[in-house]
């Protein structure tokens, strides 16, 4: 199912920067960076505002793993949660490095971490 007007369902995957696709999520990098050098998002392809327990789960798994490589230049990143996001009626993630410097660094800090992933170990930290 796709919205009219929403961005995430009028995506056009050609022209981004995509790490992942399979039959229920996109992993991309987002459009504005906000003064990031990596920041990307996972994507349900449905409209739908909530998705099933297994899929969340899944979903991090990806996005943690795929974070793991896009962001081995720093030795953390977090995961958002998208409460607070501008587009909230479609289900996305947003991952983030942590540089102080970036244009969103106060609203990273505002907003609820589903994850803080250590690429110095092997193991993540889960929050939830
Ligand atoms: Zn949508």
Not at 17 to 23: I, S, T
Not at 59 to 83: E, N, Q, R
Not at 102 to 117: P, Y
């Amino acid at each position: 199912m796709k919205a009219h007007g929403c961005p995430f369902c009028q995506l056009d995957v050609k022209s981004e920067k995509v790490y992942h696709e399979d039959n229920s999520f996109i992993v991309l990098r987002t459009v504005n960076l906000k003064g990031h050098r990596e920041r990307i998002m996972i994507i349900f392809k449905q409209h739908e505002h909530t998705i099933p327990h297994k899929a969340f789960e899944h979903a991090l798994d990806l996005l943690s793993k795929i974070g793991k490589k896009a962001f081995s230049y720093t030795p953390k990143f977090v995961i958002m949660d998208s409460t607070f996001a501008t587009i909230n009626d479609h289900w996305h993630l947003v991952a983030t490095d942590l540089n102080p410097e970036s244009e969103d660094f106060s609203q990273i800090l505002a907003t609820r971490w589903v994850s803080v992933v250590d690429n110095t170990v092997d193991q993540e930290v889960k929050l939830t």
